[in-house]
């Protein structure tokens, strides 16, 4: 069965600073993987994915992630942060017969 | 369309007591998720459904959760002999196939006094 590891339980950074929030998984052939956000006091919204073809994966807000099969990574980063990004994120993965396996989420402060 | 919707939007019981949690996932999605979030926590998956097939049950913390699913549509997680510890917000998901990408529900804020 997969697992998702997100290394950071927090991140503060600074606004327009760029960031990065890792995630990793556990090895398997065919996989599909998926960024969420959760704004305060808000639910869980799907960020972006990947299924196929193109590694490189953005969203409508500026956020990108890139799927590399040798690190087992889908490492999330965006440019130049805004104080609106202040949210949780979320990694998930599934194989591709089997449910989605969520990480332990990432808290993303943006300091002024 | 309309999305997966959960009722009641909070729930304040007394320790001991049951309560049931009902989620509408979006037709014609087959795979339906429970899961729990606690404060500072991060989504603790509790059931979940794909089909006809038998739910898979990993997650549930303890033989005072059950869930069913009617149909292949409706939902309700119960808790029994309710716990302090029981409180979070009860998540609903629900997707097109297991594997798809989630939609999730508002969510049910459970408070045990």
């Known amino acids: 069965a997969q697992s998702v590891t997100q290394l950071d339980s927090q991140v503060p950074v600074f606004e327009e600073a760029p960031v990065e929030l890792r995630c990793n998984y556990s090895s398997s052939v065919s996989v599909y993987l998926f960024w969420y956000v959760q704004y305060p006091n808000q639910g869980l919204q799907l960020l972006l994915k990947y299924l196929s073809g193109s590694t490189l994966v953005e969203s409508i807000n500026g956020f990108e992630a890139e799927f590399n099969k040798s690190q087992t990574s889908f490492h999330l980063r965006k440019p130049s942060v805004h104080i609106s990004d202040t949210a949780e994120y979320f990694c998930a993965v599934s194989d591709r017969d089997d449910k989605i396996i969520f990480g332990k989420g990432t808290r993303l402060h943006i300091l002024p | 369309g309309a999305g997966v919707s959960q009722s009641p939007s909070n729930k304040v019981t007394e320790k001991g007591k049951d309560v049931e949690l009902r989620c509408d996932p979006i037709s014609g999605h087959t795979a339906l998720y429970w899961y729990r979030q606690s404060l500072g926590q991060g989504l603790e998956f509790l059931i979940y459904?794909?089909?006809?097939?038998?739910?898979?049950k990993s997650g549930l913390p303890s033989d005072r959760f059950s869930a069913e699913r009617t149909g292949g549509s409706v939902s309700t997680l119960t808790i029994q002999r309710t716990q302090q510890e029981d409180s979070a917000v009860y998540l609903c998901?629900?997707?097109?196939?297991?594997?798809?990408?989630?939609?999730f529900g508002p969510g049910t804020r459970l408070t045990v006094t």
């Open positions: 459904f794909q089909g006809n097939s038998a739910p898979d």
């Open positions: 998901a629900s997707s097109f196939l297991a594997a798809y990408e989630q939609y």
